[in-house]
């Protein structure tokens, strides 16, 4: 009963789930505004975005339990959502992971694993679940209360339930947020190998883009009820499509500088040469985004500046730097290079992805 | 992050047959209420004239008398005690905190036929002095009569001070620390501190303890009756069951009904300013306490001491003494009948509204539509409606379906259904459920708002749909609160007497109509046994509740020096 979806045909673009302009608002309030998106079958994608973007909506739309005011949602080709219509949750078998873990309580981690499979007999739901903790390293707790394990382990169980009923679609929202960093880390690791090698569809929501970058391979930025930018973490880190994507992902700085050429760039540390054309006109006022991995030592001291704070990183040691010219930069290098505060070391930059916007004038 | 996802409410449902359930079973519940107002508005001029030239200014004087005496005593008596045992370090201040809501088990005509049996002429107390000082009739000495409207304000303070003891306690819990350490450095004293810091910031929920008080006093016919004060509550019952005249009742009922409206925009009113009093940081502080040296520290024993030995243990050994004086009379197969009566009609109303209540509670939780917290909300007004007149509003809409089911019958069958509803136990179990459904609902809502909607949504993607998800998850997670909402709400049935006396089928009683009759009758002895079975019943709500005070204490103070 639970897979009566009209038709179970893939949609012509081939892909699993399709979000078409979609819109939906809390009250007078917009949560997301003209939102489209295609995840393949077998891809892991994330949302990324501050609190507030509108990411934890479009997953709740996508589960069933948020209302379109405009738009489609589409699994497998077939309508799940539209204003006039929802596929009740129960029926769009779509696993879902959540921030607090939801375990229920009152049962067993068997009987919580166990919870989504009551159609099937006594014996083959508990072979079933029996084979899905092995897997995932949980054999040992499955007579246990979620209360007597650990937040990692918990975590597990929370995917052990959500994965056992062989969803269509994952959803995780915020899955690592509850956990501390060290075990985040390993969890997230963990968790991206055993999806990749199982081929599970998923889609996670986070604010934290450790964790995107560790699961996904397309992610989209969402700002205001919006996607800005959907592409690969390689492309947002060295491509962000606008000044918001590049000051939320990853470190850096801005540098002012002005187009002299096409594909040339002058500031004060020197003419950047891009690897492709840029697309402003020659003599736009323009800001440079320079990552703290494109700024290296140098022993020609071609630009000298000052080492004002730093941090520990264990195999790299993060600068922040003050130029002679005034500027400030930060500067990622291995931690063998050990300045102190106060230092004057020789730097350059390379910048192998030039990533340049129109300055504002103000 | 996390508290915008806990405030963005998620869709679990849209409108459907859970939501049109609620609103008509919202809408049914809410049907007495209206039709009390409806039916009121129709003229009796009669009986009004008759009314307003004899009994009427009586009904009003004694409400109002009784209304003020009985919340200014147990104003009094509550918030002292709770500022002693919230605020002070005295030996017994732990036992105190939960002896003092034993009163609650009482209502107050049970306690006020135990005091007249104590305090009565041939009573142990008269008869002791007149012993003792060798008089020998009553015009020898003054001895104060308890059966008047003093006695029925001081008898009443003394089940009803638990209300506001139990809000204000709790308010003078979570005052702000700093504000009472800044009063203090300021160089006030520990009164002026406690007039000019602490009362005005418990204000909002003594006020709260005191209308409730007052709702429990309005309601109140068992004591009134038998002190011969009758109020506006007497008044319905007297020209119901005795002129016959619904109209007449409907119209006195309207007027008490504007006495509780009055009560709830004050309670309203300051639950508003509430907001401004209450500062949530440095909440879990520990509250510094006084240490009372040993006079005063006796003092304090005895303020809390009165209230729990005139409100609970002196009634229950006085009941005590006379079941087991009058047993062989009061232990009859009729008595274990109306017992039987009594165990069914509030068992049965106790499972219907917690039913209910969950149904109602449940549904709010899928939909916050306007609509439905409307008409939920309008639904759970019943218990500020006092029982007389809720059974007016009661027999009126039975009473119209009844003759249409019987004209239709008679019209298309020839046949004559009788009166189906009204007169019946079914209409005795509809009131319970219109007056009590608030306090199940209440409950079981903070219950429910325990468990973190994610279980809900877990349990949906699992394939769960919302009814099973209810019953699978739900329910067991908040079966602690259901129990307690099935124990309050059984126990306030079996004291509830109006209601029950108006509705009740010819000749079926429970054991407050017995306990009522019987003292009529000025027969207490044989009453008692029955009086005594109802606290003893009405303990186990407050056992709860005790058990609930007790938990809280880690919040409690903690001696500072």
Redesign the interface.
């Given at each position: 009963m639970?897979n009566n979806q009209e038709s179970t045909t893939t949609s012509v673009d081939g892909s699993l789930l399709s979000l078409d302009k979609i819109s939906s608002s809390?009250g007078p309030r917009a949560?997301i505004r003209q939102v489209s998106m295609e995840v393949k079958e077998g891809s892991q994608v994330c949302l990324l975005g501050p609190?507030?973007s509108g990411k934890?909506?479009i997953l709740?739309a996508i589960?069933?339990?948020?209302?379109l005011s405009s738009g489609t949602i589409c699994i497998n080709g077939a309508i799940v959502s539209n204003p006039g219509y929802?596929l009740?949750?129960?029926?769009?078998?779509?696993?879902?992971v959540?921030?607090?873990h939801?375990?229920?309580?009152?049962l067993t981690i068997a009987e919580n694993v166990g919870?989504?499979l009551?159609k099937l007999t006594r014996n083959r739901r508990r072979k079933q679940v029996l084979e899905l903790l092995d897997q995932m390293g949980l054999g040992a707790y499955s007579e246990r209360h979620p209360h007597e394990l650990s937040g990692g382990e918990q975590q597990r169980v929370?995917l052990a339930?959500?994965l056992a009923?062989k969803?269509i679609l994952l959803?995780m929202?915020?899955p690592f947020?509850s956990l501390d960093l060290e075990l985040r880390e390993t969890m997230t690791q963990e968790i991206s190998d055993f999806l990749k090698s199982n081929n599970i569809t998923c889609i996670m929501v986070t604010?934290d883009q450790n964790d995107a970058f560790a699961i996904a391979s397309e992610i989209g930025v969402m700002r205001d009820g919006q996607i800005v930018q959907w592409d690969t973490p390689y492309n947002l880190y060295h491509q962000p499509a606008n000044r918001f994507v590049a000051d939320f992902i990853g470190n850096g700085v801005f540098v002012e500088g002005t187009v002299i050429s096409p594909g040339v760039i002058h500031t004060s540390f020197g003419e950047l040469q891009a690897s492709h054309p840029l697309e402003l006109a020659s003599g736009t006022a323009v800001e440079v985004l320079i990552r703290p991995d494109d700024v290296v030592p140098s022993s020609d001291q071609q630009i000298l500046a000052k080492v004002v704070r730093l941090a520990f990183k264990g195999a790299e040691i993060l600068y922040t730097l003050e130029t002679e010219l005034g500027g400030v930069l930060l500067g990622l290098f291995p931690s063998h290079t050990n300045y102190s505060v106060g230092q004057t070391i020789g730097i350059q930059l390379e910048v192998d992805h030039v990533v340049a916007f129109r300055r504002l004038s103000d | 992050?996390?508290a915008?996802?806990l405030m963005?409410?998620?869709?679990?449902w849209?409108w459907n047959w859970w939501t049109l359930g609620a609103v008509f079973l919202a809408a049914i519940v809410s049907l007495p209420i209206i039709a009390v107002f409806g039916f009121a508005a129709q003229p009796a001029p009669d009986i009004w004239m008759h009314l307003l030239t004899t009994s009427f200014p009586f009904y009003l004087r004694n409400t109002f008398v009784l209304l003020i005496g009985v919340a200014c005593l147990v104003a009094l008596i509550g918030v002292s005690t709770a500022w002693l045992v919230s605020m002070c370090n005295f030996p017994g201040r732990q036992i105190f905190e939960w002896l003092l809501l034993l009163p609650l088990a009482f209502p107050a005509y049970v306690i006020a036929y135990a005091y007249t049996d104590l305090l009565e002429y041939a009573g142990p107390v008269q008869s002791l002095l007149r012993l003792h000082f060798e008089w020998s009739s009553p015009a020898e000495y003054w001895f104060p009569n308890l059966r008047s409207i003093g006695g029925a304000i001081i008898l009443m303070a003394f089940v009803l001070y638990p209300y506001v003891y139990l809000l204000a306690r709790s308010a003078f819990l979570t005052q702000s620390v700093s504000t009472l350490e800044i009063s203090r450095a300021l160089g006030r004293t520990s009164w002026q501190t406690f007039f000019l810091v602490s009362l005005p910031n418990a204000r909002p929920a003594i006020v709260v303890g005191i209308a409730l008080a007052s709702m429990e006093t309005l309601n109140d016919y068992g004591t009134v009756d038998f002190f011969s004060v009758p109020t506006l509550t007497a008044g319905i019952i007297d020209v119901w069951l005795g002129m016959g005249s619904l109209a007449a009742g409907a119209q006195i009922a309207t007027m008490l009904v504007f006495f509780v409206v009055l009560l709830i925009l004050f309670e309203k009113a300051s639950r508003r300013n509430r907001r401004y009093y209450q500062q949530s940081s440095s909440r879990y502080k520990p509250l510094p306490t006084y240490s009372l040296n040993k006079w005063r520290g006796a003092l304090a024993i005895v303020i809390c001491g009165v209230p729990v030995v005139c409100g609970f243990l002196l009634p229950v050994l006085v009941l005590t003494r006379l079941s087991i004086i009058y047993f062989s009379e009061s232990w009859t197969p009729h008595f274990q009948k109306l017992a039987a009566n009594s165990l069914t009609v509030s068992g049965m109303a106790a499972l219907l509204t917690v039913a209910l209540a969950l149904f109602i509670s449940y549904s709010r939780r899928l939909q916050d539509g306007k609509i439905i917290q409307i008409s939920t909300t309008f639904a759970t007004l019943g218990y500020a409606i006092p029982g007389a007149v809720l059974a007016v509003g009661i027999l009126t809409p039975l009473g119209f379906i009844d003759n249409a089911v019987d004209a239709f019958l008679q019209k298309h069958f020839n046949l004559s259904s009788g009166l189906l509803f009204s007169g019946t136990v079914a209409a005795v179990v509809f009131a319970y459920i219109v007056r009590f459904l608030t306090i199940a609902v209440g409950q079981i809502e903070s219950s429910l708002g325990g468990v973190?909607l994610?279980?809900d949504?877990?349990?949906?993607?699992?394939?769960?749909?919302a009814r099973s998800t209810m019953v699978r998850?739900h329910v067991?997670?908040i079966s602690g609160g259901l129990f307690t909402a099935l124990m309050i709400v059984f126990v306030d049935c079996m004291k509830e007497l109006p209601a029950t006396l108006i509705l009740r089928p010819f000749g079926f009683e429970t054991l407050a109509t017995h306990v009522f009759y019987f003292a009529s009758d000025e027969m207490l002895g044989q009453s008692a046994l029955g009086s005594l079975t109802i606290v003893l019943v009405g303990v186990i709500p407050v056992v709860l509740l005790c058990h609930l005070v007790v938990r809280s204490r880690d919040k409690s103070p903690t001696r500072l020096r």
């Open positions: 639970t809390y949560a609190s507030g934890t909506t709740r589960a069933g339990f948020q209302r929802e009740p949750t129960e029926q769009r078998r779509v696993g879902m959540f921030q607090d939801a375990l229920f309580p009152h919870a989504g009551r929370a339930r959500a009923i969803p959803l929202d915020e947020s604010h | 992050m996390v915008v996802a963005l409410k998620p869709n679990l849209r973190a994610t279980v949504m877990a349990a949906r993607t699992l394939g769960y749909s998850f067991p997670l």
